[in-house]
């Protein structure tokens, strides 16, 4: 019911900025909190930032300060922007939109396709 398509990933060296932009299409008012996840080669899956519809985030540690989620709902988007990028930070990046209950009762969310992230000099 809801799909999500990212855009923004790519190659930048250590100490760099790149922003990460979700584009949500289909039923948005069933939206509730937005989140971007990342998952790196061998590790699990992991939240990196979250945004509730009122505006109140959340973050990983290791990305506190460096990261900054947004959203406009004005135009169906999110985004993450991330600076002073450490190789760490390479991994696949995943845009999710939480439903709000009742809304759609098949499914809990809606998962974009992911977008590279490469952090390397």
């Known amino acids: 019911q809801v799909q999500l398509v990212e855009s923004g990933g790519g190659l930048v060296q250590p100490g760099g900025s790149l922003r990460l932009s979700c584009a949500a299409s289909?039923?948005?008012?069933?939206?509730?909190?937005m989140g971007w996840y990342r998952q790196a080669p061998g590790k699990q899956r992991e939240m990196v930032a979250l945004?509730?519809?009122?505006?109140?985030?959340n973050y990983a540690d290791s990305v506190k300060g460096r990261f900054t989620i947004s959203r406009d709902d004005a135009k169906s988007m999110a985004y993450l922007q991330m600076s002073s990028l450490k190789p760490e930070d390479t991994a696949v990046y995943y845009c999710?939109?939480?439903?709000?209950?009742?809304?759609?009762?098949?499914?809990?969310?809606?998962w974009g396709q992911g977008t590279q992230v490469t952090v390397s000099s």
């Open positions: 999710y939109a939480a439903y709000v209950p009742g809304t759609i009762t098949d499914q809990s969310g809606s």
């Open positions: 289909g039923s948005i008012s069933s939206i509730g909190p």
């Open positions: 945004i509730t519809k009122g505006g109140s985030t």
